[in-house]
């Protein structure tokens, strides 16, 4: 096969060799034979010694991609290989249709699934589509038919409106890629039944990411607090984190969200699993509002909850970015100490990739300092394992969290 030829800089090899999967603009020597947006490109060094094989696309900063450090083909065999292996690698997929299992996980995430660009979500019958970047959009009806032979689903939806793709010349692209056209709302199961809006919610419909912390709550509710307990959950989207307060009965929830259309559905999920009714002695609010401001009054008030949790939107979109949103979390994260009981618990998170485990714990530190309260680190959280993390891609790890108690 012969494919273009990107030839590396001498000393600017490291990286590829170390199997980062990112190639940018300044590490490369020369451009032979002419490649276009998308096409397929072998990777030497200056001796012509093969390093690696990706896709290109000169739009983009990161000019490389790398999908093999093998002189393989990419070709059909590849991609069904590589999703075979990524399906294959979610625990999670043999019990999925058992009662009880989740049934809606991460299936492809992207360069932490050793595939750039590419993410792929299940949802009950659904999968929904992102192509992040050129190649993935030129391929990905060939994706969706090699994921349907691979897969049992009724259909397969793409939501490829996210910003990161302007960065690659690409346009929004939403619609139905393969079988049927998914229902207004799927639901799916996560220890209650969850409606998830594929159509317009955020990311692929539902914060995924969140599923194992959400079992945590749960968890602290039934062993720690005898299962009664009020529960604050900030930045509550579709109330998912309230809804697992919920189900063990005693517990009164409130879900605060900027977003009324996230507070509709919230209010949907607690009906569709009775919890409206209250028969175990389970109550809730759903209060639209800006956090930052909400939290403040609670704090002047003294409004105290048995647990806080706190999942923010990201504040840092780049390393530009990390001052600012550094003190926005150091904001919300003092006024969230000063709501916790005494001998209560509270659960924060950043989901910034640009601001590093380290850093958010320092901030949260510094928060702490000024509330005059004391807390103990009882877990750091992250991502479920069907988000894994490569471990030569530090930046895919974005979701970072502690797990506080809080005196
Ligand atoms: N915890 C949720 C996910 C939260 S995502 C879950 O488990 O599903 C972040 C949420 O914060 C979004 O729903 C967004 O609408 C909301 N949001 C963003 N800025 C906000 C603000 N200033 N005040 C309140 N909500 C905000």
Redesign the pocket.
Do not use: M
């Given at each position: 096969m012969t494919s273009p030829t990107i030839v590396i800089k001498a000393g600017r090899e490291k990286p590829i060799n170390q199997q980062h999967p990112w190639i940018f603009s300044g590490a490369i020597d020369a451009i032979n034979g002419d490649p276009q947006g998308g096409d397929i490109v072998t990777v030497t060094d200056k001796k012509g010694k093969f390093l690696a094989r990706g896709y290109w696309n000169a739009r983009s900063q990161i000019q490389v991609r790398i999908l093999t450090w093998q002189d393989e083909p990419i070709d059909e065999a590849w991609w069904r290989k590589m999703l075979k292996r990524a399906i294959e690698g979610r625990g999670i997929q043999a019990g999925a249709s058992k009662r009880g299992a989740p049934n809606a996980y991460r299936l492809i995430n992207a360069e932490n699934d050793f595939i750039p660009g590419l993410i792929v979500d299940r949802y009950g019958d659904w999968l929904v589509l992102q192509a992040l970047t050129l190649h993935i959009d030129q391929q990905k009806l060939m994706i969706s038919k090699l994921l349907n032979e691979l897969l049992d689903v009724k259909g397969m939806y793409e939501r490829s409106d996210v910003d990161v793709r302007g960065k690659e010349g690409l346009k929004e692209s939403v619609g139905t890629l393969l079988g049927e056209e998914p229902p207004e709302l799927i639901e799916i199961y996560e220890g209650s039944k969850i409606l998830v809006d594929v159509y317009n919610g955020?990311k692929t419909g539902?914060?995924l990411d969140?599923r194992d912390n959400?079992e945590i709550v749960s968890k602290l509710i039934s062993e720690d607090l005898n299962g009664h307990c009020d529960l604050l959950?900030?930045?509550?989207?579709?109330?998912?984190?309230g809804l697992h307060a919920l189900r063990g009965g005693g517990a009164h929830v409130v879900n605060?969200?900027?977003?009324l259309d996230?507070l509709e559905l919230a209010e949907k999920n607690i009906q569709l699993n009775g919890y409206d009714k209250g028969e175990h002695g389970e109550s809730y609010e759903v209060i639209q509002?800006?956090?930052?401001e909400?939290l403040h009054d609670y704090a002047d008030e003294k409004k105290q909850f048995d647990i806080v949790?706190l999942?923010?939107?990201k504040f840092a979109h780049n390393a530009g970015q990390v001052e600012n949103a550094a003190r926005g979390y150091k904001d919300i994260n003092l006024n969230a100490f000063k709501c916790v009981k005494a001998g209560g618990y509270m659960m924060t998170f950043s989901?910034s990739g640009a601001i590093t485990s380290d850093l958010f714990q320092k901030i949260v530190f510094g928060a702490l300092a000024d509330s005059g309260r004391q807390a103990q680190i009882l877990k750091h959280l992250g991502p479920g394992d069907d988000h894994p993390v490569a471990l030569t891609f530090p930046e895919g790890a974005y979701l970072k969290g502690l797990l506080l108690k809080v005196y």
């Open positions: 955020h539902f914060y969140q959400r959950n900030l930045f509550s989207y579709t109330g998912a984190f605060v969200d900027s977003s996230a509002a800006d956090v930052f909400l949790i999942d923010p939107p989901c």
